[in-house]
């Protein structure tokens, strides 16, 4: 499925490159939903980044649209089943969600992938007071650069039905700026910084 949204072809650019060296694409895929793409540069090796990453359960320490995430199961050192329960921001335009997600990690030579999908637990039912979203599938895809190894290619596939009555323009401006946003919150992160509490979505 990751390959089907990362190529090249019927792919619209979103933005136009920023101070940060951020781009966003985004494609339609079945069904009228979109799919977007962001792609950057990070000041870390593939394996700082998924160690950040991979530590879900602290994620709301330095992302703050994140009011908390718990992992439900552990399959293994390389996958996961967490709930999620996103903050309620001045910024976000989507509203407070849950997820309840199916989490994985591979390496194939020097890259690292991070896939999630939406998945279902009879003993795990929609929450009440939330909007339960889908992610559906999102994928991360960690290289190091050629040129330099301390640093790496970062692209984000972001896949998401957030469900609820919400006009299609709403969620297709909130979610590229939620990829911008939270790759923002990562960059403090990696820099050994916490973010400032601001109106921003970040999610993951």
Not at 170 to 189: E, G, H, K, S, Y
């Amino acid at each position: 499925k990751c390959s089907v949204i990362s190529g090249p072809n019927e792919v619209e650019r979103l933005s136009q490159e920023n101070e940060n060296g951020d781009v966003i694409y985004s494609k339609v895929l079945s069904g009228d939903r979109k799919v977007f793409r962001l792609e950057t540069v990070l000041d870390a090796t593939p394996e700082e980044i998924h160690h950040i990453l991979w530590k879900v359960e602290e994620m709301h320490q330095w992302n703050p649209s994140i009011k908390n995430i718990k992992v439900l199961k552990q399959a293994g050192p390389e996958t996961m089943v967490t709930h999620e329960v996103s903050a309620e921001t001045a910024g976000n335009l989507i509203g407070q969600r849950d997820f309840l997600s199916v989490r994985h990690f591979s390496r194939q030579e020097s890259c690292i992938y991070l896939g999630g999908a939406a998945t279902h637990l009879e003993t795990f039912p929609p929450q009440k007071g939330f909007v339960r979203a889908e992610d559906g599938p999102t994928c991360i895809i960690i290289e190091p650069l050629a040129d330099d190894t301390g640093r790496s290619h970062f692209t984000w596939l972001l896949n998401m039905d957030v469900k609820g009555w919400l006009p299609k323009s709403i969620v297709n401006q909130a979610l590229p700026r939620a990829q911008v946003d939270f790759t923002r919150c990562l960059r403090r992160r990696l820099a050994g910084g916490m973010p400032k509490k601001t109106g921003n979505y970040c999610l993951l």
